[in-house]
């Protein structure tokens, strides 16, 4: 493997660590990658959101503009961090930022103890306003927020838009991405349970798990409960049952000719791909975007199309294409982040609810949109609005709720859930003792929540906690890192026999 197609693997690596909730495992793997590619503005991008002070991403941040001067997320964000931006087309000529050292360096360790020394000035001169000229302490103007109606930023002079409707059952406003706040978790009621429920070993599970020195995660099919364990495959990410359960979509990496003049030089990209559960050797590619990102693919409620995410055109997207490879459609063509897609399974839906920093540049927040017509642009409604991020949807069986993940509560990321049209969000993972909670999803009965997450040791391995956060179930116990667990949605053909309509 060649050094440059090692570093492209890295930086997909740090890219999910961040993308999954585990920033200080991102943060390592990102600073590997600028430490070896010092220009490299992507990482720098992401290590800026892997860092716990203002200056250390403000100083990350400062090398992205260093590199590229245009970079329009850079720009936003140093804005809202008070850094410096300049001029577009104008090369910035700050002192380079090194990683992996608090204030980065002497210079802007000097520079905070200036600003804090002047901040305590203007307080101390605030303080005595009153005294000094009998009048109120003036309020600070506020920035007005970037919003996105459309795909095309609002530049500040320009006529606002229209605000996307928020929907959702919190009204706190956008923090900046230091914010630590301190929430206390609503309750809300218990759903009513089915009358006969389904044993956990009448279902079946798969589970990407990636074993300790082992460069690719492998896929094992389980019983509901975590009982008869079996190997499938190696080298298998991001899958996703499609409607009958007969089929899978995965993201696995394929190789391409790095240079058309040196028949030795490849790199591996990764890539989606469409295979059925009962002949994954039959494997087949239906994208070729020869990319940094692909990820996150899901299934349409009959089957034959999948949104999933890619940088091809340089910042995150949802894009859409048909499980035959055909009619690959670019949704949300924009400057921001916009990830983590969950399609409806109402018949008929074109309903995608998806994370996006379109409003709150540093943190996502969930969004859903119906799929335009070819040329139209989406329009957006807003899901959450809360501290730090929202990320990670998946919806329910019947499309009733949705689980997602959020850092909202005191930093640690957290499985939520809510209804469809955003109302009602409850914590789930309540008392985790800081654990990092990830990649939710429903049991077919919807009885349970399904997550990942380290909360009894370092090891990340499956659990199942009912919506209300009552009940929590230790499904694996191995020696290895579960990435991710999905229920095979066929079972629900035997809960409506037991059930009825």
């Not at 303080?127 to 007005?144: N, V």
């Not at 916009?338 to 996006?356: K, L, N, Q, Y």
């Amino acid at each position: 493997m060649s050094q440059n197609d090692e570093q492209r693997r890295t930086l997909r690596a740090g890219i999910e660590a961040v993308r999954s909730g585990d920033r200080s495992g991102g943060r390592r793997l990102l600073e590997s990658v600028v430490r070896a590619e010092p220009d490299n503005e992507v990482a720098w991008i992401w290590l800026a959101s892997c860092m716990t002070t203002a200056a250390d991403r403000r100083a990350c941040l400062q090398r992205v503009l260093q590199i590229n001067p245009n970079n329009e997320r850079a720009r936003e964000a140093m804005k809202k961090l008070g850094g410096t931006v300049p001029a577009v087309g104008q090369q910035l000529t700050a002192p380079t930022a090194q990683p992996g050292r608090s204030g980065f360096d002497v210079l802007n360790l000097l520079l905070i103890i200036v600003g804090a020394l002047a901040v305590f000035a203007l307080l101390l001169l605030f303080s005595q306003f009153d005294t000094l000229f009998g009048g109120p302490t003036p309020t600070p103007t506020i920035p007005a927020a970037v919003i996105r109606g459309t795909n095309t930023p609002v530049p500040p002079s320009a006529t606002p838009r229209t605000p996307i409707p928020f929907t959702g059952g919190s009204g706190a406003p956008t923090l900046p991405p230091t914010f630590t706040p301190t929430h206390t978790p609503t309750p809300t009621g218990t759903p009513t349970p089915s009358a006969t429920p389904i044993p956990l070993t009448d279902f079946e599970l798969l589970i990407v798990r990636l074993d300790e020195g082992q460069p690719l995660p492998d896929l094992y099919r389980l019983n509901g409960d975590g009982s008869s364990e079996t190997l499938l495959g190696n080298d298998f990410r991001d899958v996703a049952f499609d409607p009958s359960g007969r089929r899978i979509a995965f993201v696995r990496d394929v190789r391409y000719d790095a240079d058309e003049e040196n028949d030795d030089a490849s790199i591996s990209l990764p890539e989606l791909f469409v295979a059925d559960i009962d002949d994954l050797d039959r494997a087949r590619s239906i994208t070729e975007m020869r990319t940094d990102i692909v990820s996150g693919p899901v299934w349409s409620p009959d089957g034959e199309m999948l949104a999933f995410v890619s940088d091809a055109r340089g910042s995150e997207d949802v894009w859409i294409v048909s499980s035959s490879g055909q009619d690959l459609r670019n949704l949300t063509a924009s400057e921001f982040t916009d990830r983590d897609p969950a399609w409806s399974p109402i018949p008929g839906s074109r309903e995608i609810v998806f994370a996006s920093d379109m409003n709150s540049l540093g943190s996502t927040e969930l969004y859903r949109m119906e799929i335009p017509e070819p040329g139209e642009v989406p329009d957006y409604i807003r899901l959450t609005n809360d501290n730090n991020s929202s990320y990670a949807p998946a919806f329910s069986f019947d499309g009733s709720r949705i689980t997602f993940v959020s850092d909202r509560s005191g930093g640690d990321s957290d499985v939520y859930v809510m209804n469809a049209d955003g109302t009602g969000q409850t914590i789930v993972t309540v008392d985790d003792g800081g654990a990092e909670d990830r990649s939710p999803s429903f049991t077919p009965d919807g009885r349970y929540v399904v997550f990942i997450s380290n909360r009894q040791d370092d090891r990340f391995q499956t659990y199942l906690a009912a919506p209300d956060g009552s009940v929590l179930i230790r499904v694996t116990n191995h020696d290895h890192d579960d990435l991710s667990a999905r229920y095979r949605p066929e079972a629900l053909l035997r809960l409506q026999q037991e059930i009825g309509p």
